[in-house]
């Protein structure tokens, strides 16, 4: 085999390790143009934050999607996440930006376990990424260990997508794959079309999502990635249950960033105290 085969042969062999232990790998260069221009929750985190002085904690910081332009306001910011791809995109988005006053820390680390040996102000789980615990276990396990990792009177806040925005009577039929976008990758220069199948499993309460991209290149060549995930939907009362038990006090619930009331949007979005 010529050398550049052998180069191609190994490059190949490394992505399939690396899917293997990080399964964000193949998908990750894609996160940003996939939800890069969703902002809505950023502005709901400042403000919490600017009502707390300290250090703030994102537990699933992934590509620094809130992180960053937090840091850039000014403030001193911590983030956590098992995928080494996704913090690898969020070094890359903080270096791309202008330097704020405050400062961002990545830290590759299970939400469900883990100890920075420090207390934050606030302690945060932006987007669905709670919805990834699939278990009332590792949901706890995460809420425990963010509820250490808070000081006197600290902020937890975190939002998951309303069970009621679920169409669980489609659950059983199969789940069509479906073109939910085309876009055009700015730095590959890819158009990019990304496919969903979005299977609701009532009796579990989870969703298994399967997302697929096609990287269509100026050739015309066409690179495929599969990516599949689970979420779990839990109820209002479930999630208030497991924060009372891990001692934070929920101040408030909103049914989406702009502080509507539950029902009027699809989210939940919790806000929570730590006991004094």
């Not at 890069?36 to 300290?54: H, K, Q």
């Not at 579990?204 to 990287?215: I, S």
């Amino acid at each position: 085999m010529e050398p550049g085969g052998r180069r191609v042969l190994a490059a190949y062999y490394l992505m399939l390790v690396l899917a293997v232990d990080d399964p964000y790998a193949p998908i990750a260069d894609l996160y940003d143009l996939a939800y890069g221009d969703f902002t809505d929750d950023v502005t709901f985190y400042e403000n919490l934050a600017r009502s707390v002085e300290g250090p703030l904690l994102e537990l699933g910081v992934g590509s620094g999607r809130v992180a960053v332009p937090l840091a850039e306001a000014g403030f001193e910011v911590w983030g956590i996440d098992t995928s080494e791809a996704m913090l690898q995109r969020a070094r890359a988005r903080l270096s791309a930006l202008a330097q704020g006053p405050g400062r961002l820390e990545l830290v590759r680390a299970d939400m469900r376990a883990f100890d920075l040996k420090r207390k934050f102000a606030m302690v945060f789980v932006a987007a669905d990424t709670f919805q990834h615990l699939l278990t009332t276990a590792d949901q706890r396990a995460c809420l425990e260990c963010a509820a250490r990792h808070l000081g006197r009177a600290g902020v937890f806040a975190m939002s998951v997508r309303s069970p009621a925005s679920v169409s669980w009577e489609d659950a059983g039929a199969p789940a069509p794959l479906l073109l939910d976008w085309t876009r055009r990758d700015p730095v590959s220069g890819e158009s990019v079309m990304k496919f969903v199948a979005d299977q609701p499993d009532a009796a579990r309460m989870v969703r298994r999502l399967t997302y697929v991209y096609d990287r269509v290149a100026p050739d015309g060549s066409v690179r495929r990635s599969v990516f599949v995930t689970e979420l779990r939907h839990s109820t209002e009362a479930e999630l208030r249950l497991l924060l009372q038990q891990v001692g934070l006090r929920v101040t408030h619930v909103y049914g989406d960033y702009d502080l509507s009331p539950v029902g009027a949007g699809e989210n939940l979005v919790f806000v929570a105290r730590s006991e004094d």
